[in-house]
């Protein structure tokens, strides 16, 4: 009797200095909610474990979400029933827009970790305040081509400046028996690239039309330039390139095929080398890339893609902790990090980033575009807070020869106008 | 405003309602259940009627009438989705119907093992709706499917189940009805079972064959349970979401998309206005259909 009374409160004493000594701890949890793309999960989990390892009284915990419709659904939904994690990953330019930063996001515009971030990356994630809301991670991307370079090399293929080129390569490809261009439509976001990735040749011919595409005056179905993209993407399927799955395959599948040489050209967006790592880490070296040609060799160019950003919901309990890490993030320490977890995947932009001198083929292609005189230009939605929700359905279907180009064209200006009537933008 | 009406009219319905049942249960008794169905029907009935007049951004309403209904009858796939979504609810009610008739006739015969195959009939019924549809896109996959695999063996070039136009509406349909057969077959089970045996003998004593005594016995004794059928079956297709979100997200493109999958998607896009008046639409549209269909099924029983 006596002896269970002992041990009963020798437990006591023992519960209470558990419990006493982790609250003397006393340590923050900070939430971190990113897309569950592989190259996306490794980097921002080394992320989170290094900063993790700098902090001891922070702990991040980690959650992924899909990527495409479903995660925008997701990330609008959280921040509007503010259930949003203290920091997350999203992307940069008109889906930025559309998460109405001004009201869920916490202004970050004199944090001293802005002095790192180079200055084309913060106009586009600035809120119509004109505050800055966010911290680049990952790397900019181009919107182009990948190609498998052992095709190449057995067909004697050079790199095409221009779309008559890249349609005679694909002639070739095809008379040799194999797979030219490859689409995965089962991911339907991977269907936009021949619209979204023109836009450096749209550009090249109508300088305005970005400006004129935001006032509503310029549309895609009136703008001859603008509407090549949807064109080509019907002409390689009219013209029979496309891989015989197209239409089930999902983008693990076309990063494999790529690698693989299942099929010649895969339009992408660089940061899929990521993925190749992967998927398939022994042919990193058989995959090169270029821009999507434009009419005229002569003005070949990039369409570029700026970082996702990282982003303080307004409903955090920790703010500070919150841009201690967005600091860290933004550091040059980070970028080592990053690159450390799955490679050099395109330039960051953070200042004094730098690569490892060895990189993928597909960086390697991709970094000249970048320099000092080469040809790049940003992508319509960093230029305009306006993209239609529905461009991967359209171009699903013009790229499988259910719907024209032109009527392509027209149906996603009617998209477009429906976004920026939601965005409240004037002259809609 | 939207409120007060729901308030405005609630007491004379009550009252109504209460002159029926009067002196059965006092009036606090009624105090719970009203108050649920107030705050989880009524409220939000109302309030989707207001927001469906608004541009929302979840935060903010900002009013613009009629607008999202007049851009939602715009939606270039809306019509197709009306379309499809008929289609859909028809193809589907109908099979289930006959299928389920077929069935329920074989598993009230002397069949070995007749309990056995009747839970077997009724397990697709309790799968997870979005697993059946998973599993299905992986088996109909067009190039390394097991259905165009099997084809394939047999020397047969299956189409794209679920990737060709033609065809992607009708195999979800089948998976559906595969999926929702067992519910009707039991339906006709009961039906068939509480049939009297003396019918069945009378006719054969009369010298009919198998299809009158078919025609003439089963079938018009169990309208009842068609007329369940129907209903049922057609209401689940009219608003069916799971299964064609999980089969083809409406694809390719816009060429599966049906009523509710147009109106998730201008919800998945942030367009909440548009897509509360959508479901506005919705309930109209399958009220406008079942209410007369029921009428018309129950005055056919009556009759009998």
Request: hydrophobic fraction near 45%; glycine fraction near 10%.
């Amino acid at each position: 009797m006596l002896k269970r009374k002992a041990t009963r409160v020798a437990l006591a004493i023992l519960l209470s200095t558990v419990a006493g000594s982790a609250l003397a701890q006393d340590k923050v949890k900070l939430t971190f909610l990113f897309d569950n793309g592989e190259a996306t999960v490794k980097a921002a989990e080394a992320l989170a474990a290094a900063f993790e390892a700098k902090n001891p009284n922070i702990d991040i915990e980690t959650e992924s979400r899909p990527g495409g419709g479903d995660g925008d659904n997701i990330v609008k939904t959280r921040l509007a029933t503010g259930e949003m994690t203290d920091v997350f990953l999203y992307n940069s330019g008109s889906l930025f827009q559309a998460i109405n930063p001004v009201q869920n996001l916490v202004d970050v515009t004199d944090a001293p970790f802005q002095a790192n971030v180079i200055d084309s990356f913060k106009s586009v994630v600035t809120g119509t305040d004109g505050k800055v809301y966010g911290v680049p991670i990952l790397t900019a991307m181009g919107g182009g081509i990948l190609y498998n370079k052992k095709i190449y090399a057995e067909l004697g293929l050079t790199v095409p400046k221009s779309w008559a080129e890249f349609m005679a390569n694909n002639e070739k490809i095809k008379a040799a028996g194999k797979t030219a261009v490859i689409q995965t439509f089962g991911d339907t976001w991977t269907s936009q690239l021949f619209v979204l990735g023109d836009f450096y040749n749209v550009q090249a011919a109508v300088p305005t039309f970005a400006a004129d595409y935001t006032a509503g005056t310029a549309k895609y179905a009136s703008t001859p330039a603008a509407m090549k993209g949807f064109e080509r993407q019907e002409e390689v399927f009219k013209a029979g390139y496309l891989n015989e799955d197209f239409a089930a395959a999902t983008f693990a599948d076309g990063v494999t095929k790529i690698a693989t040489g299942e099929g010649a050209h895969y339009p992408m967006l660089t940061f899929a080398v990521g993925n190749i790592k992967e998927l398939a880490p022994e042919n990193i070296n058989d995959v090169g890339f270029f821009a999507i040609p434009g009419d005229d060799a002569a003005s070949n160019g990039l369409t570029t893609w700026m970082p996702a950003g990282l982003y303080i919901a307004k409903t955090t309990q920790h703010p500070e902790e919150a841009k201690a890490f967005l600091a860290f993030v933004a550091s040059t320490e980070g970028c080592d990090v990053q690159t450390a977890a799955i490679g050099a995947t395109g330039p960051y932009l953070i200042k004094d980033c730098t690569l490892p001198t060895d990189v993928p083929p597909v960086v390697s292609d991709m970094l000249p575009y970048f320099q000092e005189g080469g040809n790049s230009a940003p992508a319509l939605e960093f230029l305009s807070p306006i993209k239609g929700p529905a461009l991967e359905q359209i171009t699903v279907e013009v790229g499988s020869g259910i719907r024209s180009a032109a009527d392509g064209a027209a149906l996603y200006d009617e998209d477009v106008k429906k976004q920026a009537q939601q965005l409240g933008l004037p002259g809609w | 405003m939207a409120v007060a009406v729901a308030e405005g009219a609630m007491p004379a319905a009550r009252k109504r309602r209460g002159s029926r049942t009067s002196g059965q249960y006092p009036s606090w008794f009624f105090v719970p259940a009203a108050v649920i169905f107030a705050v989880l029907f009524l409220l939000p009935t109302f309030a989707s009627l207001f927001f469906s007049l608004t541009r929302w951004s979840l935060q903010q309403a900002t009013f613009i009438g009629l607008d999202n209904f007049v851009q939602f009858f715009r939606e270039p796939f809306l019509f197709q989705g009306l379309v499809n979504t008929l289609i859909y609810g028809v193809v589907t009610s109908a099979a289930k119907v006959v299928l389920g008739m077929m069935l329920a006739l074989l598993l009230t015969s002397d069949i070995f093992g007749r309990s056995y195959l009747r839970a077997v009939v009724f397990f697709p019924v309790l799968v997870s709706t979005v697993g059946v549809g998973i599993t299905f896109t992986a088996m109909m996959h067009p190039t390394q499917g097991l259905i165009n695999e099997s084809l394939a063996a047999i020397g047969i070039k299956g189409p794209g189940w679920l990737t060709d136009p033609r065809f992607a509406l009708y195999s979800v349909a089948l998976v559906d009805v595969w999926k929702g057969v067992g519910l009707a077959t039991v339906i006709y089970i009961a039906g068939i079972v509480s049939i009297p045996l003396e019918y069945f003998e009378a006719a054969r004593i009369d010298g009919a064959t198998a299809w009158q005594r078919f025609w003439t016995v089963t079938l018009p004794l169990v309208q009842p349970a068609t007329a369940t059928v129907i209903i049922l079956s057609f209401i689940g297709g009219l608003r069916s979401f799971d299964l064609i979100w999980a089969m083809t997200k409406g694809g390719p493109g816009f060429t599966s998309d049906v009523i509710a999958s147009v109106i998730y998607k201008q919800y998945q896009a942030g367009f909440y206005g548009l897509s509360t008046a959508g479901n506005v639409v919705l309930f109209i549209l399958v009220a406008l259909l079942i209410v007369p269909l029921s009428m018309f099924l129950n005055r056919r029983e009556v009759e009998r």
